[in-house]
T-cell receptor
Framework: AQSVTQLDSQVPVFEEAPVELRCNYSSSVSVYLFWYVQYPNQGLQLLLKYLSGSTLVKGINGFEAEFNKSQTSFHLRKPSVHISDTAEYFCAVSEGTSYGKLTFGQGTILTVHP | EAGVTQSPTHLIKTRGQQATLRCSPISGHTSVYWYQQALGLGLQFLLWYDEGEERNRGNFPPRFSGRQFPNYSSELNVNALELEDSALYLC?????????????FGDGTRLSIL
């Protein structure tokens, strides 16, 4: 069965600093990987996705993520964060055999301080 | 392009009552998914509908049920409400049974059980 672990529940960072949010997954088959962001009182917004091909994936709002198959990781990075990036971030995995199900990590709350 | 829309935004019920939540997918999307986001439990997969049929369900009791209409909109019904059903219920849609297609989420219905 697939599972997703987000290694940090909270990440505080100062504005304009770089940030990395860590995600590891376990699966016995090929997977599709996603990062979503959730702002307060809103639903989930897709940041980026890895389906196949290049292991470095670029998303919206300056975020990028790198798929590492040997380490089963899909860490999210941004070189310079803004106050508006303060939100909760979720890593998610979908297997071809999971019949529509997305399995989510527990979320990482990113707080950007001025 | 209109996103996934959910109604109502908030719903307050008492124990034992029944709740109905509604979801309209993005135009052209035939698959609808339901997730529960409860405090401390993270995002849990509930149900997946495609082409009017239930294709998969998560580890939830039978009092959680739903349906998908010919226009691909969907309802989630929760019977015999319990206090622990208090949560944000998120609906997502995607382009049919193609598992590398990302799911796009609505803003959710917050269900509160008194």
């Amino acid at each position: 069965a697939q599972s997703v672990t987000q290694l940090d529940s909270q990440v505080p960072v100062f504005e304009e600093a770089p940030v990395e949010l860590r995600c590891n997954y376990s699966s016995s088959v090929s997977v599709y990987l996603f990062w979503y962001v959730q702002y307060p009182n809103q639903g989930l917004q897709l940041l980026l996705k890895y389906l196949s091909g290049s292991t470095l994936v670029k998303g919206i709002n300056g975020f990028e993520a790198e798929f590492n198959k040997s380490q089963t990781s899909f860490h999210l990075r941004k070189p310079s964060v803004h106050i508006s990036d303060t939100a909760e971030y979720f890593c998610a995995v979908s297997e071809g055999t999971s019949y529509g199900k997305l399995t989510f990590g527990q979320g990482t709350i990113l707080t950007v301080h001025p | 392009e209109a996103g996934v829309t959910q109604s109502p935004t908030h719903l307050i019920k008492t124990r034992g009552q029944q709740a109905t939540l509604r979801c309209s997918p993005i135009s052209g999307h035939t698959s609808v998914y339901w997730y529960q986001q409860a405090l401390g439990l993270g995002l849990q997969f509930l149900l997946w509908y495609d082409e009017g049929e239930e294709r998969n369900r998560g580890n939830f009791p039978p009092r959680f049920s739903g349906r998908q209409f010919p226009n691909y909109s969907s309802e989630l019904n929760v019977n015999a409400l319990e206090l622990e059903d208090s949560a944000l219920y998120l609906c997502a849609s995607s382009r049919g049974r193609v598992f590398n297609q990302p799911q796009h989420f609505g803003d959710g219905t917050r269900l509160s059980i008194l």
